[in-house]
C-alpha cells in the first residue's frame, strides 16, 4: 500500500496536463483579445466608410 501511495504521489502527468491546459487558456485570452480589438476597429472604419458613402 505504500508503494502505490508513494508511486501515486511522485506522479506528475497530471500536473503537466493541467499546466498545459492552463498555458492553452492563457493563449486563447490574447488571441480573443486580439480579436476583439481588431473586431472594434474594424467596425469604426467600416461605419466611417458607410457614412462617407451615403
Request: charged content about 15%; overall charge positive.
Amino acid at each position: 500500500m505504500k508503494r502505490v501511495l508513494a508511486r501515486f504521489w511522485a506522479d506528475e502527468s497530471g500536473a503537466t496536463a493541467i499546466e498545459y491546459g492552463l498555458i492553452a487558456a492563457g493563449i486563447s485570452l490574447v488571441i480573443i483579445a486580439a480579436v476583439q480589438g481588431l473586431g472594434t476597429t474594424l467596425n469604426s472604419k467600416f461605419g466611417d466608410i458607410n457614412t462617407s458613402l451615403k
